[in-house]
């Protein structure tokens, strides 16, 4: 895949999974930049802090559940408040190690999430993400 999108922003404080999540967007080709929050807190700064004028907006969003300072969901709230030129392209997928059904469906229902995903991501995986979503 070519480097359709300009910016993947992956947000998990796991370190190993973002490493193994940044080689996979890297070996599909299909972004030209990956920025990495370990937190929900990290990712509304990233979002909210201009560079050369502008604010990053990536055109898509990896999202974990369970982190510290601010887990998914409370990110999720922060998110909806951001001014339009701070969200980017607002595609949002879950990416977990939830098994939990009741995440699950606070997904569905919360009408930003595109769409609900377990760790770890493949290129096959990625490759399915963005036929859907993109």
Known sequence: MDNNLN??????????VNFIHN?????????K?????????EAIDFLTTMVDG??????LIFL???????????????YT??????????IIVMLT?????????LARKAG???DFHSKPLSVEDLNKILEKVL
């Open 7 to 16: 910016c993947i922003l992956l947000i998990d404080d796991d370190e190993a």
């Open 97 to 105: 190690t939830s098994l939990n059904p009741d995440d699950k469906e």
């Open 112 to 114: 930003n999430i595109d």
């Open 81 to 90: 408040k951001l001014e339009k030129e701070q969200k980017g392209k607002e």
């Open 54 to 59: 502008k604010y990053p907006q990536p055109d």
């Open 64 to 78: 974990d559940i369970n982190m510290p300072v601010m887990n998914g969901w409370e990110f999720l709230e922060e």
């Open 23 to 31: 080689r996979v967007i890297q070996k599909s080709g299909c972004a």
């Open 33 to 41: 930049e990956v920025a990495i929050s370990r937190n929900g807190q």
